[in-house]
């Protein structure tokens, strides 16, 4: 069994993988390493990648981390519309999410 500090640093260096492998995009607004709990019932960790103001930027991102747009979430939110992809990147559990303001509201 993986241990949450080998864990935390698989998810480290997944993230660092990222954001050297698609320099050439406008980064994310926000990253961090996110703690939740695996299917197994573990602690485990993973990585949220924020994009703010821009559904394109998003889609970038999701296509750059071969994200499966079928499992693209979109909601209505306090930000105007929110979308999220999920996946695995490097081995760990990525996240993507953006919140941008929706024209005419």
């Given amino acids: 069994m993986t241990t949450l500090a080998a864990s935390r640093?698989?998810?480290a260096h997944a993230?660092?993988?990222m954001?050297?492998?698609?320099?050439?995009?406008p980064?994310?607004?926000?990253f961090e390493l996110h703690e939740y709990e695996s299917d197994?019932?573990?602690?485990?960790?993973?990585?949220?990648?924020?994009?703010?103001e821009s559904l394109?930027?998003?889609?970038q991102w999701r296509a750059a981390l071969d994200l499966?747009?079928?499992d693209i979430a979109y909601r209505s939110c306090h930000h105007g519309?929110?979308?999220?992809?999920?996946?695995?990147?490097?081995?760990?559990?990525?996240?993507l999410f953006a919140a941008a303001d929706v024209p005419g509201k």
């Fill in 27 to 30: 980064q994310p607004d926000e």
């Fill in 81 to 95: 519309a929110c979308m999220s992809a999920v996946g695995e990147v490097h081995g760990v559990p990525v996240e």
């Fill in 68 to 70: 499966d747009p079928g």
């Fill in 40 to 52: 197994a019932g573990h602690p485990d960790w993973g990585v949220v990648l924020v994009v703010n």
């Fill in 9 to 11: 640093a698989d998810a």
């Fill in 56 to 59: 394109a930027r998003f889609e």
């Fill in 19 to 25: 954001l050297t492998e698609h320099g050439h995009l």
């Fill in 15 to 17: 993230l660092m993988m």
